[in-house]
């Protein structure tokens, strides 16, 4: 019995030694260039894993059901990086403490509103709501109100519009935080909600946010059952075909989640 008991607590210690040394062996991960053959998470249905193949083409990947699981990952020591859109990875590194983005991009987009091709006066008018936010320094406390580095987004502020000449319609996929999604109280806030209602302030429209899967923005946009749409949305060449986008308002990317 003496020697069972022996021989299981001997079994224990090496199974504990070897998940151990299993974790210690991933690198602490300071600089862009480290990430060359490391193993990333990836969030399943994505492209990102594409997308850090363009960059790191001999790169490895493990696939989690969401990008939190990809980060929580990452925290564990299950895989050395976690890549997806840039903000998103900024927004869980600042709700989870021992996390980090780095720097660098594995890839750079711009972010943009769009509205119909036709409607040039609407696309002028984001324009110049972004443009005067900028200039006005509150662009930069929306930054810091909806990317804190550290906590989580700050409560929205108020816009009132009186509403007098209509409702804008704003199409929006309420999944992105911390562009679009639903608060602790059920409403729909983020930064692009934010701009959004700037928007409409400036129209003196009321705004009217309509909730939908990300891929139904752009039909809904076509079929004029929305104004504008907006939820982290990458301008690109072949979107630019069907819809008008706004200047960027938000440069961004692909982006690496490692442990800090």
Not at 55 to 73: E, G, I, R, T
Not at 181 to 187: L, P, V
């Amino acid at each position: 019995m003496f020697l069972r008991t022996t021989r299981l607590f001997t079994l224990y210690i090496i199974a504990f030694v070897i998940l151990i040394s299993g974790c210690s062996r991933r690198e602490k991960i300071t600089s862009f260039s480290q990430l060359a053959g490391k193993e990333f998470a990836i969030p399943t249905g994505t492209v990102a894993d594409k997308l850090v193949l363009s960059k790191f083409p001999d790169a490895k990947f493990k696939y989690f059901n969401s990008v939190l699981d990809a980060c929580m990952a990452v925290k564990a020591g299950k895989a050395d990086a976690a890549a997806y859109d840039e903000p998103i990875l900024k927004n869980i590194a600042g709700k989870n403490p021992g996390l980090k983005v780095i720097p660098e991009k594995i890839t750079t987009d711009n972010y943009g509103f769009a509205v119909q091709l036709t409607n040039i006066e609407l696309k002028n008018v984001i324009d110049a709501v972004v443009t005067q936010m900028k200039l006005s320094g509150e662009y930069e406390q929306m930054l810091s109100r909806w990317l804190p580095n550290q906590g989580p987004p700050k409560p929205m502020p108020e816009i009132v519009s009186a509403g007098s000449k209509g409702t804008l319609r704003f199409g929006t996929s309420a999944i992105t935080e911390p562009f679009s999604f639903i608060d602790g109280s059920q409403k729909i806030v983020g930064l692009d909600i934010e701009i959004a209602s700037r928007v409409a302030k400036k129209l003196d429209m009321k705004l009217e946010v309509v909730n939908m899967d990300f891929g139904a923005m752009i039909p809904a946009l076509i079929s004029n059952k929305v104004d504008m749409i907006g939820a982290c949305i990458t301008i690109t060449g072949e979107r630019a075909k069907s819809v008008l986008f706004s200047m960027p308002y938000y440069k961004g990317g692909i982006a690496a989640l490692v442990k800090e």
